[in-house]
């Protein structure tokens, strides 16, 4: 166990629907970033939380967003899915801002059909 | 803009035998760290061995090495007497400097790696 918690870690759904991933940091870490793995993309980031606010964005679709709420768990709300939205979403937390080292969550796998 | 490559999609090595798999990066940053991760087949990912862009000697834990070449912008890991448990993907990833005050981290697309009995 590597102290990051995702849930669900698989989930199933159509095409147009919305649903909402989470993730609980590492006792102690402050960030919290987002990925996504997908076949054709490989690992992308998507979207980096430090205590609360936002720190960085990556290719992020607009359909997507996220939050990190006072007591450092995140979710990633992805709506009006797509086919090409399956993928795993990974989330990751460290103690820093702008460093550190890592701590990966197991994953979500997403599927869409 | 920052990237980092990796050039051999597959590899296959025997067991026991030492296996290098190769990362290239692209940076105009002066402060960096490079990472390599290892995810098996069950998906999740595993830390495996960091390098500073200001540190003086390579990298290793255990049976990773990492040779940082500076000059060449490469940073290649070595796994020494491969193990059937090492069949996975590699993953080399870069993070920012820090005058990208985030600590997001760039990947490549990966190496399979397959240790043959």
């Known amino acids: 166990d590597s102290g990051v918690t995702q849930t669900p870690k698989h989930l199933i759904t159509a095409t147009g629907q919305r649903v909402t991933l989470r993730c609980s940091p590492r006792s102690g870490d402050l960030s919290v970033y987002w990925y996504q793995q997908s076949l054709d993309q490989g690992l992308q980031f998507l979207i980096q939380y430090y205590n609360g606010e936002e720190r960085a964005k990556g290719n992020i679709l607009e359909r997507f967003s996220a939050q990190q709420f006072p007591d450092l768990h995140s979710e990633l709300n992805l709506s009006s899915l797509e086919l090409g939205d399956s993928a795993l979403y990974f989330c990751?937390?460290?103690?820093?801002?702008?460093?550190?080292?890592?701590?990966f969550g197991s994953g979500t796998r997403l599927t869409v059909v | 803009a920052q990237k980092i490559t990796q050039t051999q999609p597959g590899m296959f090595v025997q067991e026991k035998e030492a296996v290098t798999l190769d990362c290239t990066y692209d940076t105009s940053d002066p402060s960096y760290g490079l990472f390599w991760y290892k995810q098996p087949s069950s998906g999740e990912m595993i830390f495996l061995i960091y390098q500073g862009s200001y540190d003086q000697q390579n990298a290793t834990e255990g049976r990773y090495s990492l040779n940082f070449q500076k000059a060449r912008k490469s940073a290649n890991l070595v796994i020494s007497a491969s193990q059937l448990g090492d069949s996975a993907m590699y993953f080399c990833?870069?993070?920012?400097?820090?005058?990208?005050?985030?600590?997001?981290?760039?990947f490549g697309q990966g190496t399979t790696l397959q240790v043959k009995p």
């Open positions: 990751a937390s460290s103690v820093a801002g702008t460093g550190g080292f890592y701590t």
């Open positions: 990833a870069m993070r920012e400097g820090y005058s990208g005050n985030t600590g997001k981290l760039i």
